[in-house]
């Protein structure tokens, strides 16, 4: 902790902040400069809020040196770290697209979905048996049988399967159903309940970034599932809410760079949630990939026009094909590849 004094603070002033800092145990480090006197607090200083210096007489402002994160930052760990899923890896050369429908529908749906994806290189099948909806009066999910329906296709196809964990209660049920990748959704990024749970499993776990969160913010909520034992994160931007109307939320680029250096786990892109239409997803994606993305998560559904959730952002069968074929030559370019 930094703490930096106000220009006129008295001696005892500093003293007295000298000596909260040695009650908890640390050391300081005072340094009086011709116009300010600055003082480190030498330790662990998890102990301090830096409120608790800035409510003394004579503290300007006092400051943390280290982040609220540390075991997903790169300061404890330089290299790239993989996530595994089932023989696929996430944050190599490889980039794995995993794609499927929103929401489960019928054993049908996610047979044709299953298929679809399969067909044209996803890695991995994702849909949703519970649904966060934005209104209580929409579809929200068909419930535990979507599970049975998702991993049966699943199974059948060797696609790994992710989907959406809301409900902590519910946690114990996708472990029976052996859910390779639990999702929690940009809704959830701050639930601390949630987050913890899911940090005493060892399933990896894509965390989704919030609405509004920043990437402090997100990178801390990681923090949450990793301090509990589960180092298997996978961070997915999705779009973040801005002025802007004409699509769903804004995919904030800049962020996958930013990740990239502050954390060594992999960093993949919703651009479905983030355009929120179909005509958007192929550019977005594809600017994912040239800015590093480690993997994509689309929506994709065997009948947009008929799919109960989310339908106007999902890639037709067509659609999907053509984008994959694009995204493979846009991958060899950058020596990574599909998958
Ligand atoms: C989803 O992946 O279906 C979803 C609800 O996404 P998000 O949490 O990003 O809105
Ligand atoms: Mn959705």
Redesign the pocket.
Known sequence: MIIVMTRHARDEQIQAVVDKIRAAGLSEHVSRGTERTIIGAVGDERVFSPDSFELMAGVERAMRVVKDYRIVSRDVHPADSLVQVRGLAFGGEAIPVIAGP?AVETPQQMAAAAELVSRFGGKLL?A?AF??RTSPYAFQGVGVAGLEYLQQEARKHGLPMVS?LLDVRMLDTFLEFDVDVI?I???NMQNAGLLKEVGRINKPVIL?RG?AATLTEWLTAGEYIAAGGNHNIIF?E?GVRSFETSYRNMLDLSAIPVLKRETHLPVIV?PS?AGGKAWMVPALARAAIAAGADGL?L?VHPDPANAWC?GDQALNPDEFAQLMAQLAVLAEGLGRKLG
Do not use: Q
């Open positions: 929103a994702r949703g649904k966060p959406e999702e959704g940009a809704r989704k609405p997915c999705r919703d949630h998560m929506d989310d």
